[in-house]
């Protein structure tokens, strides 16, 4: 008899003030810094906790596995999770609480403070970061931010390269990518790739269409995601624009399916803007991306390519 795998239930999100939820915030804190001391520093003043908002994700059994909380200026505080909790979705389930209760009190944006370590993380919920990295009790962090008003500019290969990330993670089937020549030093940083190659396994029915200028470019340079292509083939489909006034375009894009854009007015150039919600210019950019896919011809010679 073949086996089931059976999914972890999903956690419970409760969202209250300090003084409904203290209790529990300070054995789960307390829990936490017992098995990993480096986390004592990163809690904040007690200040901070009592003027707070804050999430706690709860298992089955009622046990907390995890926090965060929203300040009044809208930065959101620590994300804590228990280390057997980790890898369950349980901080992506408390960030979109805080995230959806500050778009119900009109934030114009989340501010947060990342551990470097978990930049990739960030930007997967569509914070971009924002200045260098600096120290926080001795751990690398990383200024980052969310907005819910409106595009973003990007104006670096940080924010380019969560800008991508964010894009990806947010796709629900279909990821739609017109780039030149498969952007070497954006479109193959590993954190991306790996993000893409979870959205190919994990999803039915996921699609990864790709427009390139230059098909043959990124099969001199091995580019990881051609490589991706090639191990997943019925995940992606390439194809390369042919008609002379396609080939006249000057810019480049990721887009998604559910709102999610990265454009770049020229795209051999990482600068450009990036919004997590931007429904009407994403609806136009897929829109413009059928018309010329439909004209573009197959690159068979890159899915029948060994590597």
């Given at each position: 008899?073949?086996?089931t795998r059976m ?7 409760e969202?209250a003030?300090?003084?409904a939820?203290?209790?529990?915030l300070?054995?789960?804190w307390?829990d936490?810094?017992?098995?990993e ?24 059994d ?7 909380r ?6 959101l505080g ?12 349980i901080?992506?389930a408390?960030?979109a609480?805080?995230?959806g ?9 989340l501010?947060?403070?990342?551990p470097?370590?978990?930049h990739?993380?960030f ?7 924002e200045g260098e990295?600096h ?7 990383q200024?980052m ?8 500019v990007?104006?670096d290969?940080?924010?380019a390269a ?8 947010g796709?629900r089937?279909?990821?739609?990518i017109y780039?030149?020549?498969l ?9 991306l ?9 994990g999803t039915?029915?996921a ?7 230059d ?6 340079a ?20 042919s ?6 375009y000057p810019s480049?894009y ?10 770049r ?12 919600d ?6 136009q950019?897929r829109?413009s991306?059928?018309?010329v ?8 010679e890159l899915?029948a390519?060994?590597?």
């Open positions: 008899m073949p086996r999914r972890a239930a999903e956690p419970r999100i969202l003030s300090h003084a939820l203290q209790s529990t300070q054995r789960l307390q936490a810094v017992m098995r001391p480096a986390l004592a520093g990163l809690r904040g003043a007690p200040a901070l906790d009592t003027l707070a908002l804050h999430a706690v994700a709860f298992d089955q009622d046990r907390p596995l995890g926090t965060a929203l300040s009044p200026d809208h930065r620590p994300l804590l999770v228990l280390p057997e909790a980790r890898s369950r979705g901080g992506q408390l960030l609480a805080l995230a209760a500050a778009r119900l009190r009109h934030c114009r944006q501010t947060l403070e990342a470097l370590a978990l990739a993380f930007a997967a919920q569509g914070f971009i970061p990295p120290s926080r009790e001795g751990i690398p962090h200024s931010r969310r907005a819910f008003d409106g595009a973003v990007i104006e290969p940080a924010q969560a800008a991508c990330i964010g894009i990806t993670a796709t089937r279909t990821l739609r780039s030149r020549e952007d070497p030093g954006l479109l193959d940083q590993p954190a790739v790996q993000r893409i190659r979870r959205l190919c396994t039915r029915d699609m990864v269409q790709i427009l390139l200028h098909a043959q470019a990124p099969q001199r091995s580019a990881p995601l051609l490589a991706l292509s090639q191990r997943l083939p019925s995940r992606f489909a390439l194809r390369q624009v008609d002379p006034v396609d080939q006249a480049a990721l887009v998604n399916d559910r709102g999610g854009y990265y454009f007015t020229l795209g051999h150039r990482l600068e450009g803007e990036a919004d997590m931007g429904a009407g210019r994403a609806r950019l829109d991306f059928a018309s896919w439909e004209r573009a011809r197959p690159c068979a899915r390519l060994g590597l």
